[in-house]
């Protein structure tokens, strides 16, 4: 029904075997993500992906092959997609382009600066909308970079720009209908939901099997509840003669995108000839200068200039009559069997004796399942010794599925340790002095001040907000988990959010999060009151923001706290910095944040 655009990715810590699960996700009409394929691969070779995309293969009709698979950089899977879709168009995730060239080009910079403004560069080449504008940015990166850095510029010009330019820069991969993706991170939010059905990573085939399969069916539903929002609710918003022939007909992710459109009339070109049709390319809905005409003389915009795509809001809108299709399946399928029964037969009397009796032993196997004798895969030795800790310790992490650092957080993280060495001894000559918990209360709300027990500083890195959430948490100081999980939240509820903060500020906050520099941006900053929102329903708690511009309440949006004794307090000061408060049991709480009352599901207000 939705064979436009997949997204492919591995993941790991799934299975007491170890094999990795390679997992292939699409886009349905209302923008939601939903698994189409499963594969445990014996090793992550071009054949043992060839043979899995064969497989999935099977799927689709000759006249609905796959138009776009977006992938990270894996030579074997790239090569095995070329092979077996040779007509598909291909996308490299940018996320994964732009943390290898963080972690391979960091150390060149002795400035953090000269990286803030080579990476701004960078960013600025990879957006290039026509081949005139990427050739004019290239040599201004050269001029910029290339007598100081000139192993940088080497990096990413061999590694990146000469052999993949086409997979990943915008004037390229903004002729393809990929439905505004362009990195994967929609599929390793897709890795986060699974192993929560997981929940360890010592399972068998069957008990992985069964997790797999109730999260289909949870999925399942989940998007048919979309459809049919799609279909009965709509917004006041789309009450204008505009969206009279799409209303019911397209999804509300595409209606939500069309009122984007229209409200960029202003700053946006509106003519034709001027037109990049960006839009229309790789969402397939119109561009500015389409609506134009329509909204000047006050007519509705055709249903059919809407792609197919955002179209389908039925399960079965393509069987007229189900119940004559599948009679006529049930034919085809029978005179298919008999025919090929034929076939076996025609060769089994014509082969050997020793060839009949393997044939008549697999054809045993089928019939009667019990009398298999395919074993299930070996569990692979330990390689290593225990570990230094408890055993208990060692025990959990056995069992988790939480994955392994990557190459660039390795890098980040031995420069974090480093700064924070230094931070640490620094903080420690001011924690020393007695006065530092008396500071923090002057900068809180006098109502409160009596009432803090402790406060707990964090490196001021501009990771602030999300350290003080990683120390609640999880207990450290992993601000990069914790942007992560933030922003599968806000994909994996992109409708809630998009009602609760508008498309425009949705998208804002989620490229907020998207963040691996050290110190970080003013624009990735943690930002209140909005964030707050985002915090308490990803992590099912409730949260104060406590400081004297504004202090509010955060509830769950969809979900209801197990633990309401289970309290995050932080505070707000300097202007500049977030730090983790302890109150005492009779502190009083601020209010709810007012949105939370507007938005709330059934369940968290109960």
């Not at 330019?165 to 939010?189: A, C, P, Q």
Request: proline share 4%; net charge neutral.
């Amino acid at each position: 029904m939705f064979p436009n655009t997949f997204l492919i990715d591995c993941t790991y810590k799934t299975n007491r075997y170890r094999l990795p699960l390679l997992c292939i996700v699409g886009i349905t009409s209302t923008n939601q993500l939903f698994f189409s394929s499963f594969t445990f691969l014996s090793n992550e070779k071009e054949a043992s992906y060839q043979w899995a995309l064969q497989c999935f293969k099977r799927i689709f009709k000759e006249n609905s092959m796959p138009n776009v698979f977006l992938t990270d950089r894996e030579i074997a899977l790239m090569n095995a997609i070329k092979l077996v879709f040779p007509q598909a168009k291909h996308i490299l995730c940018r996320v994964h382009i732009n943390r290898n060239i963080l972690a391979h080009c960091r150390k060149f910079f002795q400035c953090g600066k000269d990286c803030d403004n080579f990476l701004g560069a960078w960013q600025y080449l990879v957006n290039s909308e026509t081949e005139n504008e990427y050739n004019m940015r290239f040599n201004q990166l050269l001029n910029d970079f290339a007598v100081n850095f000139p192993a940088v510029i080497s990096y990413v010009t061999s590694t990146w720009l000469d052999p993949y330019k086409e997979y990943f820069v915008s004037y390229w991969i903004n002729m393809y209908l990929h439905l505004g993706n362009t990195s994967t991170n929609r599929v390793e939010g897709g890795h986060s939901q699974l192993k929560k059905f997981l929940e360890v990573s010592i399972g068998s085939l069957p008990t992985v099997w069964k997790a797999f399969n109730q999260m289909i069916i949870l999925q399942h539903t989940e998007i048919k509840k979309m459809f049919g929002q799609s279909q009965m609710q709509v917004s006041t918003t789309f009450k204008s003669v505009l969206y009279a022939e799409l209303i019911g007909h397209v999804s509300l992710a595409a209606l939500e995108l069309i009122r984007k459109e229209e409200l960029s009339l202003k700053d946006v070109c509106v003519e034709q000839h001027l037109c990049r049709h960006k839009t229309r390319y790789t969402l397939g809905l119109p561009c500015a200068h389409e609506l134009v005409s329509y909204i000047n003389q006050r007519s509705a915009f055709p249903l059919g200039l809407i792609h197919k795509h955002w179209r389908v809001l039925c399960l079965n809108e393509n069987l007229t009559d189900p119940q004559s299709t599948e009679e006529v399946n049930e034919t085809n399928e029978k005179n298919d069997l008999e025919n090929e029964l034929d076939g076996l037969l025609k060769r089994y009397n014509n082969i050997s004796e020793i060839q009949r009796k393997e044939m008549k032993n697999k054809i045993r196997e089928i019939v009667n399942p019990s009398l298999t004798q395919t074993l299930e895969p070996t569990v692979p030795p330990k390689t290593r010794g225990r570990p230094k800790g408890s055993w208990k310790k060692f025990k959990n992490d056995e069992k988790s599925t939480k994955r392994d650092p990557s190459y660039f957080e390795h890098v980040l993280m031995l420069e974090e340790k480093s700064q924070h060495t230094n931070i640490k001894k620094a903080a420690r000559k001011v924690l020393t002095r007695g006065n530092f918990l008396e500071k923090i209360r002057a900068q809180m709300p006098s109502y409160i001040s009596s009432h803090i027990i402790d406060a707990i500083d964090v490196m001021g890195d501009e990771h602030c907000g999300y350290r003080v959430i990683s120390a609640a948490v999880y207990k450290n100081d992993d601000w990069s988990q914790v942007r992560h999980d933030l922003s599968q939240e806000l994909h994996q509820n992109e409708m809630l959010y998009n009602q609760v903060f508008g498309l425009a500020r949705k998208d804002e906050l989620l490229r907020s999060l998207d963040c691996e520099m050290v110190p970080a941006p003013v624009e990735k900053w943690m930002t209140m009151p909005d964030m707050g929102l985002v915090v308490a329903s990803c992590y099912n708690v409730q949260l104060v923001n406590f400081s004297l511009e504004q202090s509010f309440t955060f509830l769950p949006l969809h979900s209801a706290p197990q633990d309401t004794r289970k309290l995050i307090c932080i505070g707000f000061i300097n202007g500049n910095h977030y730090i983790h408060l302890k109150v005492g049991e009779e502190c009083p709480m601020p209010r709810v944040f007012p949105v939370w009352l507007t938005y709330r599901t059934e369940v968290a207000e109960q």
